[in-house]
């Protein structure tokens, strides 16, 4: 995969999934802003990310409010004069029952997950359209299509990135844009780690691989229909769990 003198802006890049992506795209050569709600978080993964040889930048974005993505792409065309890949993996969880869900944590989970997509997509086309070329790769979620008690909101969300991923894709395929998604099911993370061995184990039984996926598993993706040899496919979703769903 041939990546030379391409720009990536991955949101929530700073840690976790985002990480994972942002470190597997460095690798490739390809030059980094990284954009997280903690500007200490995101220059610190800058830092780390630049001994790989690459030019690095770190972005303070709230994806939800415009004027912050706005300023912000901005700020990465001044920097780097181009884009050719944004990644939208920002996102939030604020868990609870629908009849115990407070409006201000449905608000808030719809606002970073899909209202995010929405906003930094935007801005991105407009850039990819002048270039006639770009990738967008959009992260949703195993509960888009199955749907997960107490996640109403997420997975809400993540249903809303298939849709505008579909959407965008049949948008801009004429102008050399490919939209994607890709929806990873249970990854191993900080937040499965903590959950009791039982709980695990009854996760573990409706996984045909018999094992959690890794953030390198939805790196790798990523990665690849970030590249330009993924450029017949678009309007697509890759399914990233072991076999849960098909």
């Known amino acids: 995969m041939d990546f030379k003198g391409q720009v990536a802006l991955v949101t929530g890049g700073a840690r976790g999934i985002g990480r994972a992506i942002s470190e597997n795209l460095a690798k490739k050569g390809v030059s980094l802003a990284i954009a997280d709600v903690s500007i200490e978080s995101a220059a610190q993964a ?25 300023k912000a792409f901005g700020d990465i ?35 970073i997950n899909l209202k995010g997509v929405f906003l930094c997509s935007k801005e991105a086309v407009k850039v990819m359209v002048r270039q006639k070329y770009g990738r967008i790769v959009n992260i949703a979620s195993i509960v888009a299509f199955m749907g997960n008690p107490g996640q109403a909101n997420y997975s809400a969300s993540k249903a809303g990135i298939v849709g505008l991923t579909k959407t965008i894709a049949k948008e801009y395929a004429s102008r050399g844009i490919t939209v994607n998604a890709v929806a990873p099911g249970f990854i191993a993370t900080a937040m ?19 094992k959690f996926g890794s953030v390198e598993d939805v790196a790798g993706a990523v990665v690849f229909l970030a590249s330009p040899e993924s450029g017949y496919i678009t309007g697509n979703v890759v399914h990233v769990n072991g076999g849960m769903y098909m």
Not at 192 to 210: C, F, R, W
């Open 77 to 111: 065309a001044s920097e780097f004069g181009r884009l050719d890949i944004l990644v939208n993996n920002a996102g939030i969880t604020k868990d609870g029952l629908l009849m115990r869900m407070k409006e201000e944590d449905w608000d808030a989970v719809i606002n």
């Open 46 to 70: 800058a830092k780390e990310l630049a001994t790989l040889g690459v030019k690095t930048s770190a972005v303070r974005m709230d994806v939800s409010k415009s004027d912050e993505v706005g």
């Open 192 to 210: 499965t780690d903590a959950l009791a061995e039982n709980v695990k184990q009854e996760m573990l039984k409706s996984i045909p691989a018999g």
